[in-house]
């Protein structure tokens, strides 16, 4: 999207469209500033190669959620541009685009209506909507049943939103966001309120899911590194709105690098694939 430009409701051809998306980065983000009453983010560049899959690090304010909303076109840019899957925003139409991108978010997913089924709540994303209504067609069922079969949450089609623990509805969100023709899933915090045993069982069926050759290109907004994934190739880093780091995990997850992110004296420790993150005491 460029700033002040209104996306003229335009689609490409499904094969020059799928040739793009092919040769070009799934992400592509230059100069991106977005200012309110403040400066929200500030000189942001960052591209995401196909094959890769991302975190995005930070403490609270430093513009996690505010990027994903620059993403998804729903924060209009004040300056630079964001192409996704080789479609810049605001030369292309980007309802259309959407319909790519997945978003597993809390405040999505507290807008589903508590009698709606899970499965209800999965074909509703290829419509791009919230809360389904009419009647669920045949091609629209198998396709959710496999989805649902796929992550592991078949027996709970026909269970009622408000009867889903939170880890369940996550899944069930992300299979939401599979229903449309999925290049990109964005997942915004989706372990917070997940006790510790739900959060490791959520996280493990991420890593599960960034392993399969069907996997859209992930990118998990955290505060955690313990939530980092081996599956999750790289890690941008961001303060107060710019970026702090960026690239391949091993070289972004370091004590230096987070200890200036959270503004603290922290060590950070690799085991098994995993990083966790330690307060250094003080003395």
């Not at 840019?77 to 996704?84: D, K, P, Q, R």
């Not at 709606?116 to 959710?144: F, H, I, P, Q």
């Not at 790289?234 to 710019?242: A, N, P, Q």
Request: proline share 4%; aromatic share 4%.
């Amino acid at each position: 999207m460029r700033a002040g430009v209104n996306p003229p409701a335009r689609s490409l051809g499904p094969g020059k469209e799928q040739r793009m998306a092919r040769t070009k980065p799934v992400i592509d983000v230059k100069g991106l500033r977005v200012e309110r009453d403040v400066t929200i983010l500030e000189d942001l560049t960052w591209r995401v190669e196909r094959g890769q899959h991302w975190s995005i690090l930070g403490a609270n304010g430093s513009g996690k959620t505010s990027l994903l909303g620059a993403l998804t076109a729903y924060l209009p840019l004040s300056s630079g541009e964001i192409a996704v899957c080789g479609r810049v925003y605001g030369t292309t139409d980007w309802r259309e685009l959407r319909k790519s991108i997945g978003l597993v978010s809390a405040s999505l997913l507290q807008r589903v209506s508590p009698s709606e089924t899970a499965l209800e709540t999965v074909v509703s994303g290829k419509y791009a909507m919230v809360n389904y209504w009419g009647e669920v067609s045949a091609a629209d069922r198998r396709k959710a049943m496999g989805i649902l079969r796929q992550l592991g949450c078949d027996h709970l089609a026909h269970r009622a939103w408000r009867k889903l623990s939170q880890g369940e509805r996550q899944r069930i969100g992300i299979g939401r966001a599979m229903m449309a023709n999925l290049r990109l899933l964005l997942l915004d915090e989706p372990c917070a309120g997940l006790d510790p045993v739900a959060r490791e069982n959520f996280l493990q069926f991420l890593e599960h899911l960034a392993g399969t050759s069907a996997s859209p290109t992930l990118v998990l907004v955290t505060h955690h590194i313990e939530e980092i994934v081996p599956s999750l190739s790289h890690v941008l880093v961001l303060k107060s709105g710019r970026i702090l780091a960026s690239g391949p995990k091993e070289q972004v997850l370091t004590s230096a690098v987070l200890s200036a992110a959270f503004d603290a004296e922290v060590t950070v420790v690799q085991s098994d694939s995993r990083y966790s993150m330690g307060l250094n005491s003080r003395k």
